[in-house]
């Protein structure tokens, strides 16, 4: 059975940081993109960023370039995404999700975790 678990998020000021975690179960993400999608009220879900496999690339959504950093950890099956100087408009919920070709679109992503609230004051 296939779990991606999201933790790390929480409340943050404007400029600060935060770090989001995904781990996964259930199967090895070595052989997978990892991609961080955001959503907030009234608007799609949309992707932020995606890593290969071996995590020698990323790309990123313009609107968190220079800002956000995504990572993984194949030997713990986890991918982070480090919020740097986070702004209010990215306050929503976050989800990780595995996905099997360099897109940022969500019809490429097959598995999905539950998400996780970030809330920018």
């Known amino acids: 059975h296939v779990q991606l678990v999201e933790s790390g998020g929480g409340s943050v000021q404007a400029g600060g940081s935060l770090r989001l975690s995904c781990a996964a179960s259930g199967h090895v993400i070595s052989s997978y993109l990892l991609a961080w999608f955001h959503e907030t009220t009234g608007k799609e879900r949309e992707g932020v960023a995606y890593?290969?496999?071996?995590?020698?690339?990323?790309d990123y959504a313009v609107s968190v370039q220079g800002r956000f950093i995504i990572s993984r950890d194949n030997s713990k099956n986890t991918v982070y995404l480090q919020m740097n100087g986070p702004k209010p408009e990215d306050t929503g919920t976050y989800y990780c999700?595995?996905?099997?070709?360099?897109?940022?679109?969500?019809?490429?992503?097959?598995?999905w975790g539950q998400g996780t609230q970030v809330t920018v004051s």
């Open positions: 890593i290969t496999p071996d995590g020698t690339s990323a």
């Open positions: 999700a595995r996905g099997y070709s360099g897109s940022l679109s969500r019809r490429y992503y097959d598995k």
